[in-house]
C-alpha cells in the first residue's frame, strides 16, 4: 500500500475587502478542526484515489460551517519521493478557470462593456462558422462550438516550451464546424472559452492576465490566483510535480509516469490555464456559490441549467460557466498534469474543493472524490453552540467510492 504523508492546516472561510466586495457572505465556521473519526474516513478516501489516478498525493480542503474544516496535503509532491504534499502549494486548476472567464464576462456586462448576445464575430472576425454564436453561449456552452482534438494535447506534450496562440488552439476545435445549432442543447468545448478569452480582451483592451484579476482575483482577494504569463513553468515556486500516465499494449506505464509540470500557461489560458492554491479555491467555490461577484441588472446566468451528456444523472448540470450538482455550486476538470474539483453548497456553506496531480483520467476520479468527501460532510456532527442544518445529497459515500475504483487506472491497494 502506498505510503502517505499528512499535512494539515486549518482555514476559516472568512471575508475580504475591496472596491468592489464588501465581503463574502459566508455562514461563521466553527473554530477548530473537523472530528477525528470523521477526517479518518475522508483520509483513507484520499489515499484510495491518489493511488487509483496514479498521482502521488492531492491537496484538500473541506469546510463545514457547523462543524469545523480539514485542509491537508496528502501524500508527496513526487513518487517515490520523501517530500510531503502541502496544502499551501499552488497547481493549475484545469476548467475552474472557465467560471473565472465567465465571472469576467458578467462583470463586463455589469459594467456595460459588453452585452451577453453580442455575436463572437463582430470581436473575434476572421473566424469561420460562428455565425449566429453569442458571448453568452460561448460562456454557457450552448455555442455549438465542438472541442480541441485529442491530438492537441500529445503535440503540447511534445513541445511543452512552445508558446500557443488561442486562436491557433481553437482552429483546431472549428476545423468541422458546429457540431449543434447556435442555443441547441449543452456541448462540452474548451474551444468555446479560449474564443470568449479573445472577445473579451478585444472589447476590455485587456489582457487576460489583466481582466481577470480585474474581475475575479483582486475583488475576491484571491492572493495566490492568476493567469501565468506565456512561458513554460511550474505552476508556482512551491508547487506539485504535475503528472500523466503513458498507456502501452500492456495497459497503463503506472511506476513511469511522465512529469509535465513545465508547461505554457497558453496551453489551457481562459480554458484551463489559471494557477491557484487550496485556500483560494475554497473562497472562490463560496463565491460562486453566493453569486458574490457582480452579474449585471437582473442576471438569469443560473436560470436554465442544462443536462450536460447522456448518462450523467439529471441531478448533474451545467450554465454560465458553472456545474451543479443538485444543489452544490461548482466544476470538476483538468488540464496537464493537474486534477481538481471544487463545490460549495450556498444554503448551509459546506464546502470541498479537491486536487490530485495526474490528469490522465481528466475529472471523473477527483470528481467522484469530490463528492466522497462532501457525503462525509454532510454527516459532521455540531460543534459547541452550533446546529445541523438540513443538508442531504443524491449520492452516496459508498456509490461514489465504488465510481473511484471502476474508474483506476492504476492499482488500487
Avoid at 492531492?58 to 501524500?75: D, K, L, R
Avoid at 495566490?224 to 497503463?252: C, H, R, V
Avoid at 467555490?285 to 444523472?313: I, V, W
Avoid at 470528481?367 to 468527501?373: D, G, P
Wanted: glycine content about 12%; proline content about 7%.
Amino acid at each position: 500500500m502506498m505510503a502517505l504523508t499528512l499535512v494539515t492546516a486549518s482555514l476559516a472561510l472568512t471575508g475580504c475587502t475591496s472596491d468592489r466586495v464588501e465581503k463574502l457572505d459566508t455562514p461563521a465556521l466553527a473554530e477548530g478542526n473537523l472530528p477525528a473519526e470523521l477526517v479518518a474516513s475522508m483520509e483513507g478516501a484520499v489515499a484510495t484515489a491518489i493511488a487509483a489516478s496514479g498521482a502521488s498525493g492531492a491537496i484538500v480542503g473541506v469546510w463545514v460551517p457547523w462543524s469545523g474544516s480539514w485542509v491537508a496535503g496528502v501524500g508527496t509532491t513526487q513518487l517515490g519521493g520523501s517530500t510531503a504534499m502541502d496544502p499551501s502549494m499552488t497547481f493549475r486548476v484545469g476548467d475552474i478557470t472557465r467560471s473565472m472567464t465567465c465571472d469576467a464576462l458578467y462583470g463586463m456586462v455589469a459594467d456595460g462593456t459588453v452585452k451577453l448576445n453580442a455575436p463572437v464575430t463582430d470581436l473575434v472576425p476572421g473566424i469561420p462558422n460562428l455565425e449566429g454564436v453569442t458571448l453568452g453561449q460561448l460562456c454557457d456552452s450552448t455555442s455549438g462550438v465542438g472541442g480541441l482534438a485529442s491530438w492537441t494535447t500529445s503535440r503540447m506534450l511534445a513541445s511543452p516550451d512552445r508558446e500557443w496562440n488561442p486562436r491557433e488552439l481553437a482552429s483546431f476545435g472549428l476545423g468541422n464546424g458546429l457540431v449543434a445549432a447556435p442555443g441547441e442543447r449543452y456541448v462540452e468545448s474548451d474551444t468555446g472559452y479560449l474564443l470568449l478569452g479573445l472577445a473579451l480582451e478585444r472589447a476590455s483592451g485587456m489582457s487576460a492576465q489583466q481582466y481577470l484579476a480585474k474581475y475575479v482575483t483582486e475583488p475576491l482577494g484571491l492572493e495566490n490566483t492568476l493567469l501565468p504569463t506565456d512561458k513554460a513553468q511550474a505552476p508556482g515556486e512551491n508547487s506539485p510535480t504535475g503528472y500523466i500516465t503513458p498507456n502501452s499494449p500492456e495497459g497503463w506505464v503506472c511506476a513511469e509516469p511522465t512529469d509535465v509540470t513545465e508547461v505554457s500557461a497558453t496551453t489551457g489560458w481562459t480554458d484551463s490555464g489559471v494557477v491557484s492554491n487550496i485556500t483560494d479555491l475554497g473562497l472562490y467555490a463560496r463565491a460562486l456559490a453566493e453569486q458574490t461577484l457582480p452579474q449585471g441588472e437582473k442576471s438569469e446566468r443560473y436560470d436554465s441549467p442544462l443536462p450536460m451528456a447522456e448518462g450523467f444523472p439529471s441531478w448533474y448540470t451545467s450554465t454560465g460557466g458553472v456545474q451543479f450538482a443538485d444543489s452544490m455550486m461548482g466544476y470538476g476538470g483538468s488540464t496537464i498534469g493537474y486534477a481538481t474539483s471544487v463545490w460549495s453548497d450556498p444554503t448551509t456553506g459546506v464546502t470541498v474543493a479537491v486536487m490530485l496531480n495526474n490528469s490522465t483520467n481528466d475529472a471523473g476520479i477527483v470528481r467522484s472524490l469530490a463528492f466522497q468527501l462532501a457525503a462525509l460532510a454532510a454527516t459532521a456532527p455540531a460543534a459547541g453552540g452550533q446546529t445541523v442544518p438540513e443538508f442531504g445529497l443524491p449520492w452516496t459515500f459508498e456509490d461514489e467510492g465504488n465510481s473511484v475504483r471502476a474508474q483506476a487506472i492504476c492499482p488500487v491497494p
